[in-house]
């Protein structure tokens, strides 16, 4: 059998609210009956603590309070599992820390102007494959009858054979889509 909320925070040093909330958010476990298997929680309560935060010596509480109450018969192997989001504080602590370096890096880098805009660099290759289009869709009109007079044939023939050529090019080039990832 354990201690209860409240006994368990005088030992603790800490509220019961404050007990309370680390027992509904799953900080530390309760045992089925309701109350709290003190070797557990508190191996559970420092897993989950950010360090900075814990109190650096015991508190008065916990001197002046009775000795412990011994811990059930049940073997205890180990702390219980993380929280639903399966990561201690540290690992959660160290998973945001790399995160904000990463995203200054990203800061740094579009202030030296080394980063592209993805969204921009689409319209711009956009833009730039549409003018190229129609360069090309205009090309054989203006060279079709000089090409005709020096290959010695009908000059609507060859705008005619250009612009078929020309068009099946462009849409080959069309199949090309850009990818920026």
Do not use: C
Request: charged share 25%; hydrophobic share 45%.
């Amino acid at each position: 059998m354990g201690l209860s909320v409240r006994e368990y925070a005088r030992r603790r040093g800490v509220s019961h609210t404050a007990v309370r909330k680390a027992v509904q958010t799953g900080r530390i476990p309760q045992e089925p009956d309701g109350t709290i298997d003190p070797v557990k929680a508190d191996a559970a309560w420092d897993a989950r603590t950010d360090p900075a935060r814990k109190a650096p010596s015991a508190p008065v509480a916990a001197i002046a309070a009775p000795p412990p109450v011994a811990p059930s018969p049940k073997p205890t192997a180990s702390p219980p599992p993380p929280a639903a989001s399966g990561a201690t504080f540290a690992q959660a602590r160290t998973m945001h820390e790399v995160a904000k370096a990463q995203k200054a890096r990203l800061q740094v880098d579009r202030l030296k102007e080394e980063v592209v805009d993805r969204a921009r660099a689409s319209a711009l290759v956009f833009k730039l494959a549409r003018q190229e289009r129609d360069a090309w869709i205009t090309w054989p009109a203006r060279v079709a009858a000089q090409m005709a007079l020096e290959a010695g044939i009908d000059a609507h023939t060859m705008q005619t054979l250009l612009e078929t050529y020309v068009r099946d090019h462009l849409g080959e080039l069309a199949a090309i889509e850009p990818n920026f990832r």
